[in-house]
T-cell receptor, first 116, second 115 residues
Framework: AQKVTQAQTEISVVEKEDVTLDCVYE???????LFWYKQPPSGELVFLIR??????QNEISGRYSWNFQKSTSSFNFTITASQVVDSAVYFC?????????????FGTGTLLAVQP | DTGVSQDPRHKITKRGQNVTFRCDPI?????LYWYRQTLGQGPEFLTY????????KSRLLSDRFSAERPKGSFSTLEIQRTEQGDSAMYLC?????????????FGDGTRLSIL
């Protein structure tokens, strides 16, 4: 069975602080993909990043960075110098090769509140 | 670049009524997904189309739920005899390709409230 766990329900930081959102996954697939999505108050899920299971290189995009560690089945997301506009619910998701549907298995999300 | 479009944005109906939602995916995307999201939870997979073929349905999708994608373009999700537990946000997503797990792009969702 596939499962994604986001243990942090809510995080509150002050603007300019760095913040890390944790994601732990479970899968029996050897080939799988991990994703992060952002859901602002408006409701639309916004795609942030996709990583496949064979690429453990960390990635940086502006203030965002992702740390993928297969040894601990984790795919953590760090925002440096947080801004009020970063306030949203962030979802980690997993997609395997089960039936080649590529459906996403989401975690329960982490609500990030960035205070000015 | 036109994204995924869903209609209506909000639907309020009485228990027992039928409702239908529409999703227009990104035009070149052949894969279309429906998810359901309740308060405080992540989206849960409901069903998947590749072109016009419905290839997978979740056990969450009871007999009261039916989805179609008649010409491989837009899709509809119908709920018959709605129940209180159907209140949720219904999300549609689309993606391109077959085996490459391309990112799914989501619409704004349809929020269903059952009175």
């Amino acid at each position: 069975a596939q499962k994604v766990t986001q243990a942090q329900t809510e995080i509150s930081v002050v603007e300019k602080e760095d913040v890390t959102l944790d994601c732990v996954y479970e899968t029996r697939d050897t080939t799988y993909y991990l994703f992060w999505y952002k859901q602002p108050p408006s409701g639309e899920l916004v795609f942030l990043i996709r990583r496949n299971s064979f690429d453990e290189q960390n990635e940086i995009s502006g203030r965002y960075s992702w740390n993928f560690q297969k040894s601990t089945s984790s795919f953590n997301f760090t925002i440096t110098a947080s801004q009020v506009v970063d306030s949203a619910v962030y979802f980690c998701a997993l997609s395997g090769r089960d039936g080649a549907t590529n459906k996403l298995i989401f975690g329960t999300g982490t609500l990030l509140a960035v205070q000015p | 670049d036109t994204g995924v479009s869903q209609d209506p944005r909000h639907k309020i109906t009485k228990r027992g009524q039928n409702v239908t939602f529409r999703c227009d995916p990104i035009s070149e995307h052949n894969r279309l997904y429906w998810y359901r999201q309740t308060l405080g939870q992540g989206p849960e997979f409901l069903t998947y189309f590749q072109n016009e073929a419905q290839l997978e349905k979740s056990r969450l999708l009871s007999d009261r739920f039916s989805a179609e994608r008649p010409k491989g373009s837009f899709s509809t999700l119908e709920i018959q005899r709605t129940e209180q537990g159907d209140s949720a946000m219904y999300l549609c997503a689309s993606s391109l390709g077959e085996y490459s797990n391309q990112p799914q792009h989501f619409g704004d969702g349809t929020r269903l409230s059952i009175l």
